[in-house]
Structures are given as structure tokens and as C-alpha cells.
């Protein structure tokens, strides 16, 4: 196995340079270097003929050297990921053998055979939650699984992984949206009407209840997110009615159309107090626009709570209404999504061309007024 390779280790240039001149791959991930004469940017291990040190800059991400103007190798392709994605499949494999196990970074690259700060940096920016984030995911699917099959909490607890009920309990709410003995009745005594349709972006299903909208999920089918909300919710009253929630499918159909930039929808959603400082933070970002997670962070006064928000963005039931696509990684990249990372894509490059197109249309109407108002 490799040594761990420390952060630090590509920290300046004349590291950098090193790493490349001897192709390391162990720096693939941890910067990414240009060369002047050519326009083109690498991978540190790339094999193409190595450059003059005189030509080279570096950067941190290929965001950064495509915004400096230069255009990916086709030899090593910086942009794609397809030697990353091969290590993260294994560590995928290893984490989901057992969800009960709580396996730290060092015992996984140990599995996996890569360096520790190495694996955690590629798992991150490929799947776009860290190792310890992809367990605790695991372990709530697992408690869920056991609640939605009638386990009792103790042992659906147990089976899960957590360790204790006391630390499952401070886990639920932000990985089942309530309590556990409130979700393990699945919706008993509720009345919840839903309804699909077809967007730009796939289907919708909307739920709601007496109080509001419960539930706003996408997928390619209706039928796999009938399923899903009848699993959570399989002792409440269900009723299709698309004439109830047709005005509400209305506005959504009508923001990814982008004739609406604000939604005026009733909802009825469970929260932490964390969970509901950030998702108002979400819903200030601007139409058009994005955050990162430390941005936000930052905004809610807690500058070291970037996975915690990572996690209540996760967690959001209602796509839209609470914009988490608007929030992305410090570098510009995309991160996870609950509803595809191809959907985040295709919704904010809806909202910033609908948004030019908006303030173009504006300043044409401000220069033609200004034109009549000097003749």
C-alpha cells in the first residue's frame, strides 16, 4: 500500500513540480497543472512529454484552469473521472458489505489501497459526500429499512448500526424527517393527497396534507416514486386527486419553464432547528445564482458546520420550494443530489439563462425608454 500522503505535501509549487515531474499519481485530485505553450491543462501523473518548468502554472481544480483559459488533455482527460471512479466503486463496496460497521479513513484506504488524504479528497469530489457522510447515509437506510419492516426501535437501532438509541435519536430527525416511533406508524391517521406530472425535468409527484405540501420528489417514472411515498407513508390515507394538487404542479411546471422565479407554496415539513436555519438560508439565494456549503455555513455563524449543512440539504423533502440545488462545493463543482446531479445541472442552467434572459429583456426596455425620453 502507499503511504499516506499528508495534505500539506502539495502545498507549493516547487512540491507540485516534483509531483509531476515524476508522475505521481498520488497527486491526481490534489491540483492540476497548465502548460502556457500549449493551452492545455493535466493530471500530475499525465504521460505526455513533460513541459519546461517556465510553462507551467497550477491550479487547484480544472474549474480554475478552464477559467484561466485553458482546455483539458485528451491523453489523461483531467475532467473525467475514469481511474477515480474505479477506486471509488471499491470503497463503495467495502462500505455497503455492512452497514453496522464504522470503519475510520485509515482502515478504508487500508482496504482500498490508496492514501487516506488521497481517498477522502477523490470519494468527496466524485460522489460528493465524504466516506464518514456515505456511512451515515448507510446506516439510515438501514434504519429506515427496519422501521418500515416493524422492528421495534431497540433492534431496529441495533441492526442499523448506531450504537445506542440515545445517539439514533439524535440522529433521526435529520435522516428521517421525524421521529423514529412517529415514522415506524407511517403516517397513521394522516390523509395525504399526491398527485405526478410531467416536467421539463421528469416526473414530479407532489404530496400534501391538510396542512401542505409534504413531499416534492422527480424521477424518470411515476411509478417508483408511488412506491417510495407509499412505503414511508403506508398506514396513511393515500389519494391521488390531480384536480387538489393541480395548482400547485402548476407553479412548479411554470418555474421550470421559467415565467416564475418564487413559489407560493404551504408546507408541512419536520425539522431540526438546524435543519430550518438552513433551509431559509437556501430559499435567500437568489434566482439564477448559487452558494457554497461554507458560504452557508458562514451565514448561519457556524463557519465549521459545512458537513452539517451538507447534511440538512440532503435531507430536504421538498424539492424546489427549498432550492437545495442552488448550493454547490467551494470549487464550483456540482456535489450529490437527492433527485440526480444530472437534474441540479439542468436546473441551474435553466435559471441562469432564464434569469439573463430576464435582465437583458429589462435593460432593453430601460435603453428604449431612455431613447424616446432624449428625443
Not at 210 to 237: H, N, R, T, V, Y
Not at 263 to 275: K, N, R
Request: aromatic residues 8%; positive net charge.
Amino acid at each position: 500500500m502507499k503511504t499516506a500522503t499528508p495534505p500539506s505535501a502539495f502545498s507549493d509549487d516547487a512540491a507540485r513540480w516534483n509531483a509531476v515531474s515524476s508522475s505521481d499519481t498520488s497527486a491526481d485530485g490534489a491540483f492540476f497543472y497548465a502548460v502556457r505553450t500549449t493551452g492545455v491543462f493535466c493530471r500530475p501523473s499525465c504521460a505526455s512529454r513533460p513541459p519546461r518548468r517556465e510553462n507551467v502554472e497550477f491550479f487547484d481544480t480544472p474549474a480554475d484552469a478552464e477559467a484561466a483559459g485553458y482546455r483539458a488533455c485528451k491523453r489523461c482527460q483531467p475532467t473525467s473521472l475514469p481511474r477515480e471512479l474505479a477506486i471509488v466503486e471499491r470503497t463503495c463496496k467495502v462500505l455497503d458489505a455492512d452497514p453496522q460497521q464504522r470503519l475510520t479513513l485509515a482502515q478504508l484506504s487500508a482496504a482500498v489501497h490508496v492514501s487516506p488524504f488521497h481517498l477522502q479528497r477523490l470519494f468527496s469530489r466524485v460522489v460528493g459526500v465524504s466516506p464518514r457522510q456515505y456511512q451515515a447515509a448507510r446506516r439510515a437506510d438501514a434504519l429506515r429499512t427496519a422501521l418500515q419492516r416493524g422492528d421495534d426501535v431497540t433492534r431496529a437501532t441495533h441492526d442499523a448500526g448506531f450504537g445506542s438509541v440515545s445517539r439514533m435519536y439524535d440522529a433521526a430527525p435529520a435522516e428521517l424527517g421525524m421521529a423514529p416511533s412517529v415514522y415506524r406508524r407511517k403516517g397513521a391517521g394522516l390523509v395525504v393527497h399526491f398527485a405526478t406530472a410531467q416536467t421539463p425535468i421528469g416526473i414530479v409527484l407532489v404530496a400534501a396534507t391538510a396542512k401542505g405540501i409534504c413531499k416534492i420528489a422527480f424521477g424518470d417514472d411515476p411509478a417508483p416514486l408511488e412506491a417510495d411515498l407509499a412505503l414511508e407513508l403506508s398506514e396513511a390515507q393515500r389519494i391521488e386527486d390531480k384536480t387538489r394538487l393541480a395548482p400547485f404542479i402548476a407553479q412548479i411546471d411554470a418555474y421550470l419553464r421559467g415565467s416564475r422565479e418564487r413559489f407560493d407554496l404551504p408546507l408541512d415539513i419536520s425539522a431540526t432547528g438546524f435543519q430550518q436555519r438552513v433551509w431559509d438560508a437556501l430559499r435567500q439565494i437568489p434566482y439564477g445564482q448559487t452558494r457554497s456549503y461554507t458560504e452557508i455555513a458562514e451565514t448561519l455563524g457556524s463557519p465549521r458546520a459545512v458537513r452539517a449543512v451538507a447534511n440538512a440539504c440532503a435531507s430536504n423533502p421538498v424539492a424546489l420550494a427549498i432550492p437545495c440545488h442552488r448550493v454547490v462545493q467551494k470549487s464550483g463543482a456540482m456535489a450529490g443530489y437527492r433527485w440526480g446531479v444530472a437534474r441540479k445541472v439542468a436546473l441551474l442552467s435553466a435559471e441562469k439563462r432564464h434569469w439573463e434572459e430576464a435582465h437583458a429583456s429589462k435593460a432593453e426596455a430601460e435603453a428604449d425608454i431612455d431613447a424616446r425620453e432624449v428625443s
